[in-house]
């Protein structure tokens, strides 16, 4: 993983674009930790993490560790909510995270406490719900969607 990602970098590095990696927890990169030692070793001025609240939320990440990396490795972070349960077989973790999220505010993730341990950056909806999407259609789900997101995070 490590390979690769400097490799991606190093790629990148000359179009002026920088790499975030993102860890699902059924990866070999499955938890902030994971990711952080990765994106040490890379040891590249363009590499960085995704926090994905879903992806953080489901290895039991801690804000604490969250805390203790350098703020330069974080660009942007993607919302969504869950359920409080953490599906025990990778088959859940995958299904839940390509069509089982949830507006944020509506699952139990503590959204605005992982978002209060990153610095000020800017913030990307991944809320895929095929269910939700053939119920109400794509506009009404967006809609939902950034109607709870402002509603969380609005102070």
């Given at each position: 993983?490590?390979?690769?990602?400097?490799?991606?970098?190093?790629?990148?590095?000359?179009?002026?674009?920088?790499?975030?990696?993102?860890?699902?927890?059924?990866?070999?990169?499955?938890?902030?930790?994971?990711?952080?030692?990765?994106?040490?070793?890379?040891?590249?001025?363009?590499?960085?993490?995704?926090v994905d609240t879903l992806h953080f939320n489901r290895p039991?990440?801690?804000?604490?560790?969250?805390?203790?990396?350098?703020?330069?490795?974080?660009?942007?972070?993607?919302?969504?909510?869950?359920?409080?349960?953490?599906?025990?077989?990778?088959?859940?973790?995958?299904?839940?995270?390509?069509?089982?999220?949830?507006?944020?505010?509506?699952?139990?993730?503590?959204?605005?406490?992982?978002?209060?341990?990153?610095?000020?950056?800017?913030?990307?909806?991944?809320?895929?719900?095929?269910?939700?999407?053939?119920?109400?259609?794509?506009?009404?789900?967006?809609?939902?969607?950034?109607?709870?997101?402002?509603?969380?995070?609005?102070?």
């Open positions: 993983a490590t390979d690769r990602f400097t490799r991606l970098c190093d790629m990148a590095r000359p179009l002026g674009l920088n790499i975030g990696l993102e860890y699902p927890s059924w990866t070999e990169t499955p938890n902030l930790r994971a990711a952080a030692d990765v994106v040490r070793a890379a040891g590249r001025p363009n590499a960085g993490i995704v039991r990440d801690s804000v604490d560790d969250l805390r203790t990396l350098p703020r330069e490795w974080f660009r942007f972070a993607q919302v969504c909510d869950a359920a409080a349960e953490i599906p025990d077989t990778v088959e859940g973790l995958i299904h839940t995270a390509r069509d089982e999220r949830l507006v944020p505010g509506e699952g139990g993730i503590d959204i605005r406490q992982i978002l209060g341990a990153l610095p000020a950056i800017p913030y990307s909806l991944e809320i895929p719900n095929n269910e939700q999407v053939r119920a109400l259609g794509h506009e009404e789900w967006a809609r939902r969607c950034i109607e709870g997101a402002r509603r969380l995070l609005t102070p």
